[in-house]
């Protein structure tokens, strides 16, 4: 078989490459769906890089979030289990890298309380990506988690003061209003605090199969990590294009070919103003797209069926995975309480 040269869609600050034992990073996931294309090159493949380099990776399960806008918990360990899979199958080493849940670390979900003492009413509903999410969940009811799990996110990074997080581009808004938490924490209390920084890849936001705005989980526009070769080929091929058979690479003026033109690329590692050059027509660009993407993910596919054999050893991963991040958690919070003057 062809050897595709997986390009990375991230490129590494040079200070995290000199010196990369100096650094953690932390990041996570909704189990809200199927993780995605989008996913893996909007974050899972940077998270993956900067483990291997050596940062002290955590990769959180975010299962607390799922109730920001969702009923359906019933699916809960469905997905929480996916997930594993897809983190095993990307690359990230349980040996080295902390995976864990939310509900498993108390200790964590209690700086909740201080850090929603530090912030607004205002800058909480001011949170664009809030506004986006109000907006697309279609609810007349909005919970209170909908404007306070950026405070929640804050927590998450804080706790075990990570440096950096691979994300989309929706996490900004959520990573500045962490910095300012922090920022007032360590004014008012101590200096306990990193500031974390966001690490964006070259798919910042990839737009779904349809053309909209963002692939997402639960859109139906998404190539899930967990897909086979026969469903991806389906689904690329009812992928929204335009009616100029000419394809040209234009994000702006032909967002759905460049999009498909874009995962492509990422896919091959050629550049997808020359992998336009070379096509006839919609049908052409989606047999490319369908090669590209299948052969990409083949050896992803395949180990994330191998690991699929051993359920067992995926609750041990969480549970050894829950206990070191509940441990940095705990000494997190004694600090906390020492700083708050809460210690007794
Ligand atoms: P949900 O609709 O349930 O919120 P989601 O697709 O937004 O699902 P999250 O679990 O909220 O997924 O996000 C996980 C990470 O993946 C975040 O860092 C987010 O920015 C990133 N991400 C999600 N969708 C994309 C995308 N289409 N392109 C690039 N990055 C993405
Ligand atoms: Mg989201």
């Known amino acids: 078989s062809t050897i595709v040269n997986a390009p990375n869609a991230l490129s590494i600050p040079q200070s995290i490459e000199d010196n990369p034992g100096d650094f953690r990073m932390l990041t996570g996931d909704r189990p809200t769906g199927l993780l995605h294309v989008g996913h893996y090159f909007g974050t899972l493949q940077g998270r993956v890089r ?43 080493d349980p040996s080295r890298s902390t995976i864990f849940a939310h509900s498993a670390v108390p200790a964590l979900n209690q700086l909740l309380l201080p850090f929603l003492s530090l912030v607004s009413t205002a800058e909480l509903s001011r949170n664009p990506t809030v506004k986006e999410e109000i907006a697309a969940s279609g609810r007349d009811a909005v919970s209170g988690l909908m404007f306070t799990y950026p405070v929640h996110q804050a927590a998450d990074l804080l706790f075990c003061n990570a440096d950096i997080a691979p994300v989309g581009d929706d996490q900004i808004p959520h990573l500045e209003l962490t910095r300012t938490i922090a920022r007032r924490f360590n004014d008012r209390y101590e200096p306990l605090f990193t500031l974390p920084q ?27 990590l967990s897909a086979s070769a026969d469903e991806t080929a389906r ?11 000419h394809i040209t690479y234009d994000p702006e003026g032909r967002p759905e070919v460049s999009n498909l033109l874009l995962i492509a690329s990422l896919c091959t590692g050629h550049d997808p103003h020359e992998l336009a050059d070379g096509l006839d027509g919609a049908a052409a660009l989606k047999r490319l797209l369908t090669e590209a993407v299948n052969e990409h993910f083949a050896p992803i596919r395949l180990r994330r069926q191998e690991y699929a054999r051993d359920r067992a050893q995926l609750r041990a991963i969480l549970r050894d995975g829950n206990a070191r991040a509940s441990a940095i958690a705990d000494d997190t919070l004694a600090r906390v309480h020492r700083a708050m003057r809460t210690a007794y």
Request: aromatic share 4%; hydrophobic share 45%; proline share 4%.
């Open 50 to 92: 900067l483990q291997n380099l050596g940062v002290d990776t955590l990769v959180l399960i975010a299962d607390y979030q799922v109730l920001t806008d969702r009923d359906a918990a019933d699916r809960l360990p469905h997905y929480v289990e996916e997930f594993l899979l897809d983190y095993l199958a990307v690359g990230i």
């Open 198 to 224: 966001a690490l964006l890849s070259r798919a910042p936001r990839l737009r779904g199969l349809d053309g909209s705005a963002k692939m997402g989980k639960s859109l139906s526009n998404a190539i899930p």
């Open 235 to 245: 689904m690329i091929r009812t992928a929204t294009t335009d009616a100029d058979r």
